[in-house]
């Protein structure tokens, strides 16, 4: 289980029952439940591997897993943090073939989510948030986060917001949006805002 008492994040395992729930909750900063998933290697480029084939960096494909997950694999633990009127985040553990090799696709996937087309309208309104968590393979083969490629990303269509500055130990961003004419849309002058860590450094990664 991944240590979830660090960086002054605060929360406990939701109890294990028949029907699907978030992993944790968090106390602190914010009552938030939390629903951890992974992106390991797609089926494609396994196969390309066993052909001796190269692999082409899609950033595209990987954002269009991200919403296939969003939008049919965890619809459930979503509704139920909704239930409960708490926000729901959504934590991504990449581990696509592509991880860890510095392609800034946090960049990508934030001007997706927050940028012009505000990917975010897509997505169930019971979706607080997204962290966006890339490893970083160390000399001695264990397994740490890059703190410089990971970031959180506010929903401003959420129906349970949740503050930002919750993941101050990575970059965040934010959309403002405002409402023309009943329609909420982010002014073109409004551009979206980045909080950067306080430390620019690598977080390791601990697993149980």
């Not at 001695?140 to 949740?162: E, F, K, Q």
């Amino acid at each position: 289980m991944v240590g979830i008492d660090a960086e002054g994040l605060k929360g406990n395992p939701v109890p294990v029952s028949s029907t699907p729930r978030p992993d944790f909750q968090l106390q602190s900063p914010n009552d938030c439940f939390v629903e951890v998933s992974t992106l390991n290697v797609s089926d494609k480029d396994k196969k390309n591997f066993e052909r001796g084939e190269s692999v082409s960096l899609d950033h595209a494909e990987t954002i269009r897993r991200i919403i296939g997950k969003i939008t049919e694999e965890k619809k459930r633990q979503l509704m139920y943090a909704a239930a409960e009127r708490k926000p729901c985040v959504l934590a991504f553990f990449d581990y696509t073939t592509w991880s860890g090799f510095a392609t800034l696709f946090y960049r990508t996937l934030g001007e997706f989510l927050l940028g012009r087309q505000l990917g975010f309208k897509i997505f169930p309104a019971e979706l607080s948030a997204i962290v966006y968590l890339e490893r970083r393979v160390l000399p001695d083969g264990r397994i740490a986060l890059s703190r410089n490629r990971s970031a959180a990303y506010y929903n401003p269509l959420a129906l349970y917001h949740l503050q930002p500055g919750s993941f101050s130990m990575l970059d965040q961003s934010w959309s403002q949006l405002v409402s023309t004419n009943g329609a909420m849309t982010r002014p073109l002058d409004l551009p979206m805002m980045l909080l950067m860590p306080k430390q620019d450094s690598e977080r390791q990664l601990h697993i149980d």
